[in-house]
């Protein structure tokens, strides 16, 4: 007898029929005999429904207000999936985040997980239940309304499966695995087998919205045995885990990983003195604003260009804090570029072998794609393009390092 948590995502519960097919399949595990706890998203588009409700509003919603309306869409889908069970004979009963008490810090809307309370879940498991937990939300100590931040129910699946030392993370959606890349931009996306959580946390954390890069940091922290699955059509998904295989086979790279969520700004014409990166970065930090790739040039009479990226979010106020800073330090001027996509390459094979970034630039450089940043790590190298070349970049990544599908007959 083995205890799984299932989450289902948002196409998964998107119809009432949906939700029936989820329960006929919930039916199925149970009666081959495991305990389960089940933890679902919202319809899909219903966040986002709810999010411009809140918007109508205000421009800026209050956090704590915003997590109040939003938790709400996973709390509409626990219902319907216990009633479906418990209509086809299964016993089952629905939770929300509050009520199991999913103990989290007080950053709304991008709280972090710090206790979970398993007794009620343990006591309705012995009872023979399948316990529906809503993803996404939990409570602080003050009793708010937390959220986990976009894609968060899949942190709350493996955040369970820790706290109940589950045998398995099965975390059900759109697609029958982890990719390549992401299938719907490249036909010839391949299946993983098994990937490891270290490629699996730099391909989330650089772009791939299959899982969310805290539930992977979750399940490499405590261990969860995580599986990504296609939520109707069987077959053997992808597993995440902490070997390494040592096969010949074993590809450099695991996978191509990219978003559009990024903004460039450059300071031109600063002063080269010492402190410079201290002096533009410092106020950026200040205002909270996150950096990610940075390059400072060569200076070049006594200034220097110094380019980083944030988030497309926070382009305009980066902006703001950075034309205050060029006056401030006597800098010629501040550019900026909403219009870039950042491409990675990740495999831990790259630990082993030379010219990857050479072989990267060079399949680039033939479709005559100008990168404008780079930067690299052991297992990842990340450039930023402009965005208009993004899916071409992909393509021809995808083909240069060997990931095409093989083609099947016929085509
Ligand atoms: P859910 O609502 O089930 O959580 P998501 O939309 O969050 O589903 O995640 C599944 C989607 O992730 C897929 O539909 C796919 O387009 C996208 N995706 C991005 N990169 C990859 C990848 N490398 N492998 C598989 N899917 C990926
Ligand atoms: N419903 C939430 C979202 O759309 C959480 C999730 O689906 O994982 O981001
Ligand atoms: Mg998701």
């Known amino acids: ?60 919603p209050l956090p704590r207000e915003l997590d109040v309306i939003v938790s709400t869409g996973e709390q509409v889908t626990i219902g319907l999936l216990a009633m479906a069970l418990n209509k086809r004979g299964v016993p089952a009963v629905s939770y929300t985040g509050s009520q199991v008490r999913i103990l989290t810090d007080s950053s709304h809307t991008k709280a972090r997980i710090l206790k979970i309370d398993d007794q009620k879940i343990r006591a309705d498991l012995k009872e023979g239940r399948v316990v529906v937990v809503a993803g996404f939300q939990g409570v602080d100590e003050n009793g708010n309304i937390t959220t986990l931040g976009r894609g968060g129910s899949d942190t709350t699946g493996v955040a369970l499966a820790a706290a109940l030392k589950a045998d398995e993370c099965q975390i059900y959606t759109d697609v029958d695995g982890v990719y390549t890349t992401d299938p719907r931009v490249v036909a010839k996306a391949q299946r993983l087998e098994k990937i490891t959580f270290e490629e699996m946390l730099e391909m989330a954390s650089l772009g791939s919205k299959v899982l969310q890069i805290r539930a992977v940091e979750f399940a490499g922290k405590y261990n969860v045995p995580l599986r990504v699955l296609h939520s109707f059509k069987e077959g053997p998904g992808t597993l995440i885990t902490i070997d ?159 990931l095409d599908a093989p083609a099947r007959q016929g085509e």
């Open 244 to 402: 390494e295989e040592e096969s010949m086979e074993q590809p450099i790279i695991s996978g191509i990983a990219f978003n559009r969520d990024e903004a460039k700004l450059t300071i031109r014409g600063v002063p080269d003195t010492p402190g410079v990166a201290f002096k533009i970065l410092g106020p950026i930090s200040a205002a909270n604003i996150e950096v990610d790739m940075i390059v400072q040039n060569v200076a070049h009479d006594n200034t220097t260009d110094f380019t980083f990226t944030v988030h497309r979010n926070d382009y305009q106020a980066a902006h703001d804090v950075l034309e205050n800073t060029s006056r401030e330090i006597g800098a010629r001027e501040v550019v900026g570029d909403t219009n870039i996509a950042k491409v990675s390459i990740v495999g831990v094979g790259m630990r082993s072998h030379a010219g990857v970034a050479s072989r990267m630039f060079e399949s680039l450089a033939k479709e005559n794609i100008n990168i404008l940043m780079i930067s690299t790590s052991e297992i990842k190298v990340s450039v930023v393009i402009e965005e208009k070349y993004l899916e071409l970049a992909v393509r021809s990544l995808h083909t240069a390092f060997d």
């Open 1 to 60: 007898m083995a205890l799984i948590v299932q989450k289902f995502g948002g196409t998964s519960v998107g119809t009432v029929e949906r939700i029936e097919q989820v329960a006929d399949k919930v039916k199925k595990f149970r009666e081959a005999g495991n305990d389960l706890v089940i933890v679902l998203s919202a319809m899909s588009g219903e966040t986002n429904r709810l999010i411009d409700l809140a918007k109508q509003i205000s421009d800026q």
